[in-house]
């Protein structure tokens, strides 16, 4: 890959994430985090979470699986025993706008895991996911001004779905990726890293947890992998589509809370392709002259060398000619002197 | 088999709080014949009616009461069935009372028939191997072999607890001939309990029977619940698979062990060429029974191991694996210390037995030499028979 | 063999530490089940406290907090567990007995409620009770009268107390979906309301369920009762306790069967308890893993412990949960030996 082009992709890469991570722009209406149990989706959240408090935008966490609030969120909203409406309601009454003066606060509304939602056996079959999940970003009541709303959406992809009762709609899962604006895939680090590992030295790649398939193992993940052992952080595989239309796929690492402050302002998510685990700087290029292998044989030729050797007739040249069997493929040498050639012991 | 009094003067309600209380105390109640503590933890054990699965279990010699033991079977062949039988005949033998699931009469007709008890076949064995061994003096050194390698395997049968017992105490556990059929006057005494197809769970009424005979029998019988093929399509209407059916079903059961921790035991045989293990359903039944045993009987007929060179007239050729999953109480703690565990075992089903025995390949056709290493035939090396 | 220690040292900061509002999920499979460990929570929880050496004053100095525990087992009954407990030194009846224990039996009576219910259990209870110091009288038929009076007795002097704790709350399925669940739910929570009830301020309350998959599995799909609901009903457990702990199967059949599309189509039974168990651990701080060895069965190792970080794990540093493997072996007294591959 040219120099120019890497860094032409980090800057606006970079950007891209930092927008989407930080909301600016409401670039992405629609988020949705597709995670595992090999790497859940929390750290992320707390991220998402950390960056809004930052920026003072309203938080509001719907919990599907969370049973405690998490820090820094403005409003907890529990779904237990809640039809989808109720939900959406209670998401819109939580949010009071700001003073007509300010401009209308941003907002941020998380669902920690949409995968209960979608498998409950007393959801109404009339249903509407696409319209759910509209009604969070843009809410029709007039009380909610005009708020400008970013949704998050967590789904587990290692939990499987229900059978459909309508066997001719789209999954779930198809109608959120086809909705969201951005895709985002979370990794372990340490995986990732042994995974290409695995594929540099054309093994098959290791798999982890539920995909070892194994009895009584759920989760595979030990961080202290052998040789890995700085190998913290989240490996997000953004998949974003542009207001344009064009698509962007990259690779970022983020790496874990404890190495910054939540006051860190800067960005903190890098490329993965510019992380020194995952790619290993190459070493300088050196002088061409000196690519040979030091040792303290002389591995070299001379140019006398090399033109004796070239003057060696290999056996198949002469087998070539087929001078009938047994013919050819003899060993045309000239004895020369530094040979020690005895007539009655050695023979050609 | 003494006739006990059976206590005089207890209405049945108190009946039900001695059950706790007899909980409480592994000794087993004094007046049950074929119940014997365990020489592991004390707790009351009852013979399964075959000596080498008694000793399969743990370390328990026995299959510990208020324990249910499913076997599975792989394949059409019926050898779970004639374990079950053994299970059934034991149960009659000491006075047991027997409920069986949804087979019809005949099926208590066809008991194997007794023919003394398990230590006096153990002896018989061996003096007629005794008898032969005495045939020439060149065979004396193998009379030698025998007793040191093949007798002490072949007769760990009885326990060291159970062999005290058998002096004193009426027999632990009987040997039954498949051949003959069992008569023996307590076996009128069994029930059958038919399955009735009904639109609610076919098993309800099954439990609501053995619940009301249970809970009112005076307090010193003892149950044997017999179900064999359980969810078999010829027996069981199509709804009994439903986990909501034989799971509620099964959950029932060990609350009804549970009730009466010293007084049931339950033997339950699966088919697993219908029910294959690795369906979610038969892993619950699994995981809600306390013992699991697979049997996966070779293929073919056993001729084709016979002629081989391992097998001997004296030493019968194996008709299949035996896998133990789980093993009553040893599992429940967290499993694992047994010695037992992770041995191969094979299987072999004769007239008389049903032998357990560990497993290992016998050596190729012609390979004398693996003939001689091998220790499993317990045969004498060729060498010792020629001169 | 040597005895062990109540608590395997390895496992103690595991075992004793349960953050705010944490679920601990352990499963287990077939051939390596999850007791042991659930009966060394207990342990960590109460064992302190009912050692006969040491006070309960002291006991509070020492570790400020008190703990209470509710058990709720699906699969093993009251007898199962007061007697493993009693292996370690736990004597259970006497801890509920000063209200630091319930337990809420979902075995006996889940399914099918016995006819005669009407005063019999209350009577069961109090022989079991009553009997417990008299095991050096094997034979004795429990008379109608000792035991009732005492009962009698103890109904007067406790009026607390309504029951005995042999004859724990008995949990009943009756109805149909959601709402068969609330009624157990309710059955729970009053257990461990009553036992809040005594509870100074700083206490814990920890919050055993015992293979609640089992539910899920038995009342099927046919019920109204799936994944969703189930967790539904265990977050509203959790809300009434300090930490929950919760034992699943995680047996090939029951996880993978669901994943694997295609040749076989899975079970809803399956289905549901994948999704259960997954769900469970996404939402979990800490999974313990409990299987038997790969290699086949060895003579000292019972099987293999994996203790890893669920997806509720926070991640903040005053949370820090080390994640390994190890292997384990029960020994014939009951005692837990917990060591690291390669030791011994």
Same mark, same amino acid.
């Given at each position: 890959?040219?120099?120019?082009?890497?860094?032409?992709?980090?800057?606006?890469?970079?950007?891209?994430?930092?927008?989407?991570?930080?909301?600016?722009?409401?670039?992405?209406?629609?988020?949705?985090?597709?995670?595992?149990?090999?790497?859940?989706?929390?750290?992320?959240?707390?991220?998402?979470?950390?960056?809004?408090?930052?920026?003072?935008?309203?938080?509001?966490?719907?919990?599907?699986?969370?049973?405690?609030?998490?820090?820094?969120?403005?409003?907890?909203?529990?779904?237990?025993?809640?039809?989808?409406?109720?939900?959406?309601?209670?998401?819109?009454?939580?949010?009071?706008?700001?003073?007509?003066?300010?401009?209308?606060?941003?907002?941020?509304?998380?669902?920690?895991?949409?995968?209960?939602?979608?498998?409950?056996?007393?959801?109404?079959?009339?249903?509407?996911?696409?319209?759910?999940?509209?009604?969070?970003?843009?809410?029709?009541?007039?009380?909610?001004?005009?708020?400008?709303?970013?949704?998050?959406?967590?789904?587990?992809?290692?939990?499987?779905?229900?059978?459909?009762?309508?066997?001719?709609?789209?999954?779930?899962?198809?109608?959120?990726?086809?909705?969201?604006?951005?895709?985002?895939?979370?990794?372990?680090?340490?995986?990732?890293?042994?995974?290409?590992?695995?594929?540099?030295?054309?093994?098959?790649?290791?798999?982890?947890?539920?995909?070892?398939?194994?009895?009584?193992?759920?989760?595979?993940?030990?961080?202290?992998?052998?040789?890995?052992?700085?190998?913290?952080?989240?490996?997000?595989?953004?998949?974003?589509?542009?207001?344009?239309?064009?698509?962007?796929?990259?690779?970022?690492?983020?790496?874990?809370?404890?190495?910054?402050?939540?006051?860190?302002?800067?960005?903190?998510?890098?490329?993965?392709?510019?992380?020194?685990?995952?790619?290993?700087?190459?070493?300088?290029?050196?002088?061409?002259?000196?690519?040979?292998?030091?040792?303290?044989?002389?591995?070299?030729?001379?140019?006398?060398?090399?033109?004796?050797?070239?003057?060696?007739?290999?056996?198949?040249?002469?087998?070539?000619?087929?001078?009938?069997?047994?013919?050819?493929?003899?060993?045309?040498?000239?004895?020369?002197?530094?040979?020690?050639?005895?007539?009655?012991?050695?023979?050609? | 088999?003494?006739?006990?009094?059976?206590?005089?003067?207890?209405?049945?309600?108190?009946?039900?709080?001695?059950?706790?209380?007899?909980?409480?105390?592994?000794?087993?109640?004094?007046?049950?014949?074929?119940?014997?503590?365990?020489?592991?933890?004390?707790?009351?054990?009852?013979?399964?009616?075959?000596?080498?699965?008694?000793?399969?279990?743990?370390?328990?010699?026995?299959?510990?009461?208020?324990?249910?033991?499913?076997?599975?079977?792989?394949?059409?062949?019926?050898?779970?069935?004639?374990?079950?039988?053994?299970?059934?005949?034991?149960?009659?033998?000491?006075?047991?009372?027997?409920?069986?699931?949804?087979?019809?009469?005949?099926?208590?007709?066809?008991?194997?028939?007794?023919?003394?008890?398990?230590?006096?076949?153990?002896?018989?064995?061996?003096?007629?191997?005794?008898?032969?061994?005495?045939?020439?003096?060149?065979?004396?050194?193998?009379?030698?072999?025998?007793?040191?390698?093949?007798?002490?395997?072949?007769?760990?049968?009885?326990?060291?607890?159970?062999?005290?017992?058998?002096?004193?105490?009426?027999?632990?556990?009987?040997?039954?001939?498949?051949?003959?059929?069992?008569?023996?006057?307590?076996?009128?005494?069994?029930?059958?309990?038919?399955?009735?197809?009904?639109?609610?769970?076919?098993?309800?009424?099954?439990?609501?029977?053995?619940?009301?005979?249970?809970?009112?029998?005076?307090?010193?019988?003892?149950?044997?619940?017999?179900?064999?093929?359980?969810?078999?399509?010829?027996?069981?209407?199509?709804?009994?698979?439903?986990?909501?059916?034989?799971?509620?079903?099964?959950?029932?059961?060990?609350?009804?062990?549970?009730?009466?921790?010293?007084?049931?035991?339950?033997?339950?045989?699966?088919?697993?060429?219908?029910?294959?293990?690795?369906?979610?359903?038969?892993? !619950?039944?699994?995981? $809600? &029974?306390?013992?699991?045993? %697979?049997?996966? #009987? @070779?293929?073919?007929?056993?001729?084709?191991?016979? *002629?081989?060179?391992?097998?001997?007239?004296?030493?019968?050729?194996?008709?299949?694996?035996?896998?133990?999953?789980?093993?009553?109480?040893?599992?429940?703690?967290?499993?694992?210390?047994?010695?037992?565990?992770?041995?191969? !075992?094979?299987?072999? $089903? &004769?007239?008389?037995?049903? %032998?357990?025995? #560990? @497993?290992?390949?016998?050596?190729?056709?012609?390979? *004398?030499?693996?003939?001689?290493?091998?220790?499993?035939?317990?045969?004498?090396?060729?060498?010792?028979?020629?001169? | 063999?040597?005895?062990?220690?109540?608590?395997?040292?390895?496992?103690?900061?595991?075992?004793?530490?349960?953050?705010?509002?944490?679920?601990?999920?352990?499963?287990?499979?077939?051939?390596?089940?999850?007791?042991?460990?659930?009966?060394?929570?207990?342990?960590?929880?109460?064992?302190?406290?009912?050692?006969?050496?040491?006070?309960?004053?002291?006991?509070?100095?020492?570790?400020?907090?008190?703990?209470?525990?509710?058990?709720?087992?699906?699969?093993?009954?009251?007898?199962?567990?007061?007697?493993?407990?009693?292996?370690?030194?736990?004597?259970?009846?006497?801890?509920?007995?000063?209200?630091?224990?319930?337990?809420?039996?979902?075995?006996?009576?889940?399914?099918?409620?016995?006819?005669?219910?009407?005063?019999?259990?209350?009577?069961?209870?109090?022989?079991?009770?009553?009997?417990?110091?008299?095991?050096?009288?094997?034979?004795?038929?429990?008379?109608?009268?000792?035991?009732?009076?005492?009962?009698?007795?103890?109904?007067?002097?406790?009026?607390?107390?309504?029951?005995?704790?042999?004859?724990?709350?008995?949990?009943?399925?009756?109805?149909?979906?959601?709402?068969?669940?609330?009624?157990?739910?309710?059955?729970?929570?009053?257990?461990?309301?009553?036992?809040?009830?005594?509870?100074?301020?700083?206490?814990?309350?920890?919050?055993?369920?015992?293979?609640?998959?089992?539910?899920?599995?038995?009342?099927?799909?046919?019920?109204?009762?799936?994944?969703?609901?189930?967790?539904?009903?265990?977050?509203?457990?959790?809300?009434?306790?300090?930490?929950?702990?919760?034992?699943?199967?995680?047996?090939?059949?029951?996880?993978?069967?669901?994943?694997?599309?295609?040749?076989?189509?899975?079970?809803?039974?399956?289905?549901?308890?994948?999704?259960?168990?997954?769900?469970?651990?996404?939402?979990?701080?800490?999974?313990?893993?409990?299987?038997?060895?790969?290699?086949?069965?060895?003579?000292?190792?019972?099987?293999?412990?994996?203790?890893?970080?669920?997806?509720?794990?926070?991640?903040?540093?005053?949370?820090?949960?080390?994640?390994?493997?190890?292997?384990?072996?029960?020994?014939?007294?009951?005692?837990?030996?917990?060591?690291?591959?390669?030791?011994?």
């Amino acid at each position: 890959m040219a120099p120019v082009n890497l860094s032409h992709r980090r800057t606006h890469n970079l950007l891209l994430i930092s927008k989407l991570l930080s909301l600016r722009d409401t670039a992405s209406p629609l988020t949705l985090l597709q995670d595992s149990l090999e790497q859940p989706a929390t750290p992320l959240i707390k991220e998402y979470i950390r960056r809004a408090k930052l920026s003072k935008v309203h938080v509001t966490f719907i919990a599907f699986e969370t049973l405690k609030k998490p820090d820094g969120v403005d409003a907890f909203v529990s779904t237990r025993r809640k039809s989808p409406a109720e939900i959406v309601e209670e998401v819109a009454a939580v949010y009071q706008p700001a003073s007509a003066t300010g401009p209308p606060r941003r907002r941020l509304i998380i669902i920690d895991a949409i995968n209960p939602l979608l498998s409950s056996r007393r959801l109404d079959p009339a249903f509407h996911l696409p319209s759910f999940l509209g009604s969070f970003i843009a809410p029709s009541g007039p009380s909610t001004g005009k708020a400008e709303a970013s949704l998050v959406v967590t789904y587990h992809q290692d939990v499987s779905a229900l059978p459909q009762q309508n066997h001719y709609s789209p999954t779930p899962l198809s109608v959120l990726t086809y909705l969201a604006t951005s895709i985002i895939t979370l990794h372990s680090f340490s995986h990732i890293l042994a995974q290409k590992a695995a594929r540099d030295r054309s093994l098959a790649a290791p798999v982890f947890g539920l995909e070892e398939e194994q009895d009584g193992v759920l989760l595979g993940r030990l961080d202290k992998l052998a040789g890995t052992g700085a190998a913290e952080g989240i490996v997000l595989e953004l998949e974003h589509r542009r207001k344009s239309g064009r698509g962007v796929l990259e690779w970022y690492l983020l790496p874990p809370s404890s190495r910054y402050s939540p006051q860190h302002v800067k960005e903190v998510v890098t490329l993965l392709d510019d992380n020194v685990l995952y790619n290993p700087p190459m070493e300088p290029d050196t002088n061409p002259d000196e690519d040979e292998p030091k040792s303290t044989f002389e591995l070299g030729l001379t140019d006398r060398q090399r033109r004796d050797r070239e003057g060696v007739v290999l056996p198949y040249f002469d087998a070539q000619h087929g001078d009938g069997p047994g013919e050819g493929g003899r060993i045309l040498y000239d004895m020369g002197e530094e040979d020690d050639f005895d007539e009655e012991e050695d023979e050609i | 088999m003494s006739f006990r009094k059976r206590n005089i003067g207890l209405s049945a309600g108190v009946d039900r709080a001695a059950v706790p209380n007899a909980s409480t105390q592994p000794a087993p109640p004094e007046s049950s014949p074929g119940i014997r503590p365990s020489p592991d933890d004390g707790r009351p054990t009852t013979s399964t009616g075959s000596p080498s699965l008694d000793n399969l279990l743990a370390g328990h010699a026995g299959l510990p009461m208020g324990k249910i033991l499913l076997i599975e079977e792989n394949g059409t062949t019926d050898f779970a069935g004639a374990l079950l039988r053994y299970y059934a005949a034991e149960g009659v033998v000491q006075e047991q009372k027997i409920h069986v699931v949804g087979v019809p009469e005949q099926w208590g007709r066809s008991l194997p028939g007794l023919i003394g008890t398990a230590e006096s076949l153990e002896e018989k064995r061996d003096k007629r191997k005794d008898e032969k061994m005495k045939i020439a003096w060149r065979y004396e050194r193998l009379g030698e072999f025998g007793a040191g390698v093949a007798g002490s395997r072949d007769a760990p049968a009885p326990a060291p607890a159970g062999e005290k017992d058998a002096i004193a105490k009426p027999a632990f556990c009987h040997a039954f001939d498949l051949t003959k059929r069992l008569t023996h006057p307590a076996i009128t005494n069994m029930s059958f309990i038919p399955l009735v197809p009904s639109r609610e769970s076919p098993f309800a009424a099954i439990l609501k029977q053995l619940q009301t005979t249970i809970g009112s029998s005076p307090s010193n019988t003892i149950h044997r619940i017999v179900i064999p093929s359980l969810l078999n399509p010829t027996m069981y209407p199509p709804n009994a698979c439903q986990p909501e059916h034989v799971l509620q079903f099964f959950h029932s059961l060990k609350a009804m062990m549970s009730a009466y921790t010293t007084r049931v035991t339950a033997m339950i045989t699966l088919p697993l060429s219908l029910f294959p293990r690795s369906s979610g359903l038969v892993r !619950w039944i699994e995981l $809600l &029974s306390d013992g699991v045993i %697979e049997l996966c #009987p @070779f293929p073919h007929s056993a001729d084709a191991v016979a *002629t081989s060179g391992a097998a001997t007239s004296v030493e019968e050729p194996p008709q299949g694996m035996l896998k133990t999953h789980r093993l009553p109480v040893l599992h429940e703690r967290g499993g694992g210390s047994d010695q037992n565990v992770g041995q191969d !075992w094979a299987f072999i $089903l &004769s007239r008389r037995r049903f %032998e357990i025995k #560990p @497993f290992s390949l016998p050596p190729a056709e012609g390979d *004398t030499e693996a003939q001689d290493a091998s220790a499993t035939g317990g045969m004498p090396k060729k060498s010792d028979l020629e001169f | 063999m040597p005895s062990q220690p109540p608590l395997p040292p390895l496992l103690t900061t595991y075992l004793s530490k349960q953050p705010e509002s944490s679920l601990t999920l352990i499963s287990s499979i077939l051939g390596a089940t999850s007791n042991w460990l659930v009966l060394r929570y207990l342990y960590a929880a109460l064992g302190t406290s009912s050692s006969p050496n040491v006070t309960i004053g002291s006991d509070e100095l020492a570790n400020g907090v008190k703990r209470k525990v509710v058990l709720v087992s699906f699969l093993r009954s009251w007898e199962f567990w007061r007697a493993e407990a009693k292996r370690l030194g736990l004597d259970l009846a006497r801890l509920a007995d000063k209200q630091q224990f319930a337990f809420v039996d979902g075995l006996s009576e889940l399914f099918n409620t016995p006819s005669t219910a009407s005063g019999a259990p209350t009577n069961t209870g109090s022989a079991v009770r009553t009997t417990l110091p008299l095991r050096s009288q094997p034979g004795t038929v429990p008379g109608r009268g000792p035991p009732s009076t005492v009962t009698a007795e103890r109904l007067g002097n406790e009026g607390l107390r309504q029951r005995e704790p042999g004859t724990a709350k008995k949990l009943h399925f009756t109805g149909h979906g959601v709402a068969a669940l609330d009624v157990m739910e309710k059955d729970i929570i009053a257990e461990i309301n009553r036992q809040k009830s005594s509870m100074a301020e700083g206490d814990e309350m920890l919050l055993i369920i015992d293979q609640p998959d089992f539910l899920l599995a038995a009342t099927g799909a046919s019920m109204g009762i799936g994944a969703t609901e189930m967790a539904e009903w265990v977050t509203g457990l959790q809300q009434h306790a300090h930490a929950t702990v919760l034992t699943l199967a995680a047996d090939s059949p029951l996880i993978h069967n669901a994943s694997t599309s295609g040749i076989q189509q899975s079970s809803p039974i399956e289905t549901e308890h994948a999704a259960f168990a997954i769900g469970m651990a996404h939402r979990a701080r800490s999974v313990m893993q409990l299987r038997t060895l790969e290699t086949g069965a060895a003579r000292d190792v019972s099987g293999v412990l994996r203790i890893s970080r669920g997806g509720g794990w926070t991640g903040e540093a005053e949370d820090n949960l080390e994640e390994r493997e190890l292997l384990y072996y029960i020994q014939r007294d009951g005692g837990v030996r917990v060591f690291g591959r390669g030791e011994s």
